[in-house]
């Protein structure tokens, strides 16, 4: 199963990330990296630059790729 930019997880994971800052890196299993993007937001929203924040976890969760974890 590929798991890459494009992929329908990733797809899905961006439309969570739409509605709420953080919750598509969650559903791909990256926690702190949610954690960080719903703080972030959440607290930049307050001085009206929430947006930022939330623009960039829609992206990050898009293009998100994971590492092999192959050894060679």
Do not use: E
């Not at 509605?19 to 937001?41: D, E, N, S």
């Not at 990050?60 to 192959?70: E, G, H, I, L």
Request: aromatic share 12%; hydrophobic share 55%; charged share 5%.
């Amino acid at each position: 199963m590929s798991s890459g930019q494009g992929t329908a997880g990733n797809v899905i994971a961006a439309l969570c990330s739409f509605f709420i800052p953080g919750l598509g890196q969650l559903v791909q299993g990256r926690l702190l990296a949610a954690l960080v993007h719903f703080v972030l937001a959440t607290i930049l929203w307050l001085i009206l630059l929430g947006w930022v924040v939330h623009l960039w976890s829609i992206i990050d969760a898009a293009m998100y790729k994971p590492r092999s974890n192959y050894y060679a």
